[in-house]
């Protein structure tokens, strides 16, 4: 039997919490992106895609200043003060939000909130930047304020980097709040703009069972190395704004000036960037084979330019693309997490049969599979009435 959805099993927590019925619950997806990986923070594009599983939270009034805050993982309520520097919690992103929200007059002076999650923690499905969202949305309406969606998703951006300290960009939290059901959307780091174009597909999410956190990996490291690459480009090329910008004709120069591992990290990423256009263009044009066949070079990529992969999901891409399917690869910033493979529909039974059987095999467990097409952003839910 599947269990209730996120959003009744966060209001049924604030009720067995605080006693009382939420006033309001608001869900945000999970993200899987497509294409530009470690693009964001570079100038280059993202092709993010939400995907079905969601956090929810229930809010309610509390008498100010108090926030008391509670989740399905960590069961005990919580009572946080707003005005404190992070501890290392899951109630920091929360925090973080309250004191965003406030910079811009936004936030309630007191609230309770519980929250629930489908998104497995530590995955790179951006569940971070879902519950981010989902609070913004939520605190900033029991204050009795409507935000736009750039208003929102800074909100949470800077919850999560300012506050928190994740050296993240805004394209988990772009994802959570502008998604919508059956498209991909194609940001432009560098400028903004926006497209959105058609995913039909089913995504199949494979767990590595190596769980990643961004501040615990070599993710804060690979930024460091992108922000010397950059410098060390500029004195060949000074009017380089970002590294997405340098020419793939240029690389032969790029390798030439720079020490091997930021000349490789340079190679990632131009060619994640010309990746990231070429999907848009598979997209447009319905050619999932041709969207699988660019997982397999941006995996590549990943475990031979950017040293981000680990050796269960070099295992899995390879037993999902020897098994028939179109493509697949580590998604989110690396070092474990989930790998997404993308299967032709009338292959699926065999292809995940065998990845299953090659994963008990391989890495002497079972493998949790699931499957997601895309889904919807930020949403407000029906409060149930028990």
Not at 17 to 31: C, E, K, N, Y
Not at 123 to 135: D, M, Q, R, T
Not at 164 to 185: E, F, H, I, K
Not at 308 to 321: F, G, K, M, P, W
Request: with cysteine.
């Amino acid at each position: 039997m599947s269990l209730p959805s996120p959003a009744k099993r966060a209001a049924g927590l604030f009720r067995d919490a605080f006693g009382m019925r939420p006033a309001l619950v608001v869900s945000a997806p999970g993200r899987v992106n497509l294409a530009g990986e470690h693009t964001d923070y570079n100038g280059g594009p993202v092709l993010p895609v939400a995907i079905e599983r969601r956090t929810a939270v229930a809010v309610g009034a509390a008498p100010p200043p108090r926030f008391e805050l509670v989740s399905e993982g960590y069961g005990s309520v919580e009572a946080v003060d707003a005005c404190l520097p992070p501890r290392g919690a899951w109630t920091d992103y929360v925090v973080g939000v309250v004191r965003a929200l406030a910079e811009i007059g936004a936030a309630p002076s007191g609230a309770r909130l519980a929250a629930a999650s489908s998104i497995p923690a530590g995955a790179g499905l951006a569940s971070s930047a879902a519950l981010a969202v989902a609070a913004a949305r939520a605190l900033s309406l029991l204050a009795r304020r409507q935000l736009g969606p750039h208003e929102l998703i800074d909100a949470a951006f800077r919850a999560e980097h300012d506050h928190v300290g994740v050296p993240c960009g805004r394209m988990d939290q772009s994802s959570a709040v502008l998604a919508r059901a059956g498209s991909a959307l194609l940001l432009e780091t560098a400028t903004g703009a926006l497209e959105r174009l058609p995913f039909r597909g089913r995504i199949w999410l494979v767990e590595t069972g190596v769980s990643r956190r961004l501040g615990e990996s070599g993710y804060a490291a690979r930024r460091r190395e992108c922000a010397e690459a950059l410098a060390l480009c500029r004195e060949r090329w000074p009017a380089l704004r970002y590294l997405a910008e340098v020419a793939p004709e240029d690389l032969p120069t790029v390798s030439r000036l720079l020490p091997p591992p930021l000349a490789a990290r340079v190679r990632h990423v131009v060619g994640e960037t010309a990746r990231a256009r070429a999907a848009a263009r598979a997209l447009a044009a319905g050619d999932l084979a041709a969207l699988g066949r660019l997982w397999l070079e941006s995996h590549a990529s990943l475990r031979d330019e950017y040293a981000s992969s680990v050796r269960e999901a070099d295992l899995i891409v390879a037993a999902a693309a020897r098994h028939g399917a179109y493509g697949a690869r580590l998604i989110g910033g690396g070092w474990g997490g989930v790998v997404a493979v993308l299967v032709p529909p009338e292959r699926e039974p065999r292809v995940l049969a065998e990845l299953a059987r090659e994963c008990r095999t391989a890495l002497g467990r079972a493998a949790e599979i699931w499957s997601s097409r895309a889904g919807s952003g930020v949403r407000r839910e029906a409060v149930p009435a028990t």
